[in-house]
């Protein structure tokens, strides 16, 4: 695509231990902060700081959720200035949406 393309990254992720990552409340925040911001496959920077982070939660854990590895996708869709608005989704093995992120970052470029 050109540059005005989004950004994406997917991937299957997990813990390094093999404990479930859409189990307990906390984990599917973790895994969705923690991945590579994919602007960086555009613009390599050492740091993309976050200036807000948001996760919507669709539905509880549950004990089905026993995969190992859950999948990912990232999108920096929007960039103005400096900022970045990066949107992110977890889903089961499934393919069952769990949760959603968006985070709004700052693109340090060097001088």
């Known amino acids: 695509g050109g540059s ?3 950004a994406v ?9 093999g404990r479930p990552p859409l189990r307990g409340e ?6 969705l902060d923690a991945f590579p911001p994919p602007i960086l ?4 920077t050492p ?3 976050t200036l807000e982070y948001t996760v919507h939660r669709f539905r509880p854990p549950s004990e089905a959720d026993d995969a190992r ?5 990232f999108e920096a869709s929007l960039m ?5 608005q990066e949107d992110g989704a977890l ?3 499934d393919g069952e949406l769990v949760a959603r992120s968006r985070q709004l970052g700052r693109l340090l470029l060097p001088r």
């Open 4 to 6: 005005d393309a989004p």
């Open 9 to 17: 990254m997917e991937a299957w992720v997990g813990f390094g231990d």
């Open 26 to 31: 906390t984990a599917p925040v973790l895994l």
């Open 41 to 44: 496959a555009r613009h390599p």
């Open 47 to 49: 740091w993309v700081p």
């Open 69 to 73: 590895f859950a999948r990912a996708r």
């Open 80 to 84: 103005c200035s400096s900022l970045i």
């Open 91 to 93: 889903w089961t093995a």
